[in-house]
């Protein structure tokens, strides 16, 4: 056996391993095996490539110390509640070291031509072109979504010091390079273009807003001009410049398309940019012909539009409406004050009181929940009532909160055992048997227009049915809408007590008033 065959087949394990762990992160209890079958097959890949043909090992190993250092620090400083962030983060490297792998690769085919070697394939060529392009929207646009998710792009408030050192330095870094490297290439209109990009890049990142008149039309022109530019370089590819043309002006496209998007609609993002990396993966994959980059890009590319898909039909809106339409209130919205009429404000007492006769009570999280980070003041809460010998369990629903899993993350963070955990469809047929209903910040999700209004926003997004239980205790601070921006007559239900506190402090207080009764 040649060490081609060798290589192929550790190739093909490694794929193996990579499939059964897209597999097994199905299920939060085989998730941390599969996580550990992924990083072997990654091992396995590495290690074929690696003996597969001759290298300077100084690069090699200073890649691996560098990305090693930043994986760890990573790793043990990031806080569950800023993993969007951080994925965004990590899928912007993802781009960018297929932009520089297909870069690299075009560099070195056409200076091996210039010394008398053929032509590259078309298929190198196509798929250096869709990997400058996708790769550099990849990382641009994670760029933003990890500027907006931290709030240090498009936002009116003061920035802390390493806030201001990120955006400005990078803006800095982009533009100045940019100018640089363009003057390096003479003055034409290739570098003029190069140069145009990078200062639009740089500058598009510091304004305060997130949108501006012309927005529209810089990405038509960006997008028509990195499809052009990329049909030059499949017809002359020998002219490697243009490849960082390519990647310049795809960047301005990257900016703009990520910019305008809201910051809650930021997950649905980049779930989308998850699956750009793997599919610049997979284009790169084709320029240096290494099978397991094809098929480990592609399992990426698949699973992050997977995840996208199922994001955007849990909020009943199309992926279209989340990237270029709006969230709001519509003219038929009836009025908070009219909806909200029958509202009863309710204790910590009078609920502890309601507690004490229930056998069956459902949780059910939201975003406030997170947000005041009381999954630990409500584990408390449902262990004490656990020990009086009331079934506690908790409704999750699909996207409550900000980003896919946010109220599992949260609450595993709290040693919620698993099974505890019920999905919506779940517990809704059994809503009716539910003695009390906690929600702890969560609006949308529970808002029963969805079922009984098609002309709401939300219409037709699933929801957890509290409606239906013998009592709902609605913990929040104020009648204040959700996401969504809209009433929600829940609150006023003849079944509800609404109970205006911080979720904390309500679960807190509620545990003080348990104890005492
Ligand atoms: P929501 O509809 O945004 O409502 C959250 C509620 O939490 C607010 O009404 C707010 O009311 C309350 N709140 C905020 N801070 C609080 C605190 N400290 N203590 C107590 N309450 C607090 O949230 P949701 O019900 O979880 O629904 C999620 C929404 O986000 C859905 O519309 C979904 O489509 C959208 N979304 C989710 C994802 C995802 O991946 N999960 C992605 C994009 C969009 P007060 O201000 O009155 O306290």
Redesign the pocket.
């Known amino acids: 056996m040649g060490m081609q065959d060798l290589t192929n087949i550790i190739y093909l394990i490694a794929a193996i391993l990579f499939i059964l762990d897209l597999k097994m992160l199905s299920h939060p209890r085989t998730a941390v095996r599969g996580n550990q079958l992924g990083a072997l097959g990654m091992l396995l890949a590495i290690v074929a490539t690696l003996m597969s043909g001759t290298w300077d090992w100084t690069y090699i190993i200073l890649g691996i110390g560098i990305g090693s250092l930043i994986g760890a620090v990573a790793a043990l400083r990031v806080k569950m509640t800023s993993m969007p962030e951080l994925v965004g983060l990590f899928n912007g490297f993802g781009g960018a070291a297929s932009v520089l792998v297909a870069g690299s690769a075009l560099v070195a085919t056409f200076n091996a031509v210039n010394a008398g070697a053929t032509d590259g394939s078309m298929q190198m060529k196509v798929a250096t072109v869709l990997s400058g392009i996708i790769g550099s929207v990849t990382f641009f646009g994670s760029y933003v979504a990890f500027g907006k998710l931290s709030e240090f792009l498009c936002v009116k408030w003061k920035l802390h010091t390493w806030q201001k050192i990120v955006k400005y330095g990078f803006s800095l870094a982009v533009a100045g390079g940019g100018i640089w490297y363009g003057l390096t290439m003479g003055i034409n209109p290739l570098s003029i273009t190069f140069m145009v990009s990078a200062v639009l890049i740089g500058g598009l990142l510091l304004p305060k807003k997130d949108r501006f008149p012309g927005m529209d039309l810089l990405k038509g022109l960006s997008a028509i001009a990195s499809v052009a530019i990329g049909v030059m370089l499949v017809l002359d590819p020998s002219n490697t410049p243009l490849f960082w043309v390519l990647v310049a002006v795809a960047g301005v496209l990257g900016v703009i398309l990520t910019l305008s998007i809201g910051g809650?609609?930021?997950?649905?993002v980049i779930a989308l940019l998850n699956s750009y990396s793997g599919l610049a993966a997979a284009a790169t994959g084709f320029v240096i012909d290494n099978t397991v980059l094809i098929i480990a890009g592609s399992l990426v590319g698949a699973s992050g539009l997977i995840l996208t898909k199922i994001?955007c039909k849990?909020?009943n809106?199309s992926l279209a409406n989340?990237l270029f339409g709006t969230?709001g209130p519509t003219a038929d919205t009836p009025d908070a004050d009219e909806v909200y009429k029958t509202v009863k404000a309710t204790s910590a007492d009078e609920v502890a009181m309601t507690l004490e006769v229930a056998q069956r009570v459902a949780i059910v999280?939201?975003?406030?929940?997170a947000?005041?980070q009381?999954q630990h003041a409500v584990r408390d809460v449902a262990n004490f009532l656990e020990d009086k010998g009331i079934e506690v369990e908790y409704a999750i629903?699909?996207?409550?909160?900000?980003?896919?899993g946010?109220m599992n993350v949260l609450l595993a963070e709290a040693d919620v055992p698993y099974d505890k955990l019920k999905e919506m469809d779940e517990v809704n047929p059994t809503m009716e048997q539910v003695d009390v209903a906690i929600v702890?910040?969560?609006?949308?999700?529970?808002?029963p227009v969805a079922r009984t209004d098609p002309s709401s926003p939300?219409a037709g997004?699933p929801i957890i049915d509290v409606d239906k239980a013998r009592t709902v205790v609605v913990?929040?601070?104020?009648?204040?809408?959700?996401?969504?921006g809209i009433p929600n007559p829940l609150f006023a239900a003849d079944n509800t007590l609404m109970f205006?506190?911080?979720?904390?402090k309500?679960m807190l207080d509620l545990l003080t008033a348990l104890k005492e009764t």
């Open positions: 809650a609609d930021m997950p649905v994001m849990a909020m809106r989340v969230m999280p939201g975003y406030g929940m947000v005041s009381a629903h699909p996207v409550a909160g900000r980003m896919p946010h702890l910040g969560a609006n949308d999700v529970v808002n939300i997004m913990i929040k601070r104020s009648l204040s809408p959700g996401f969504a205006f506190s911080d979720a904390k309500a």
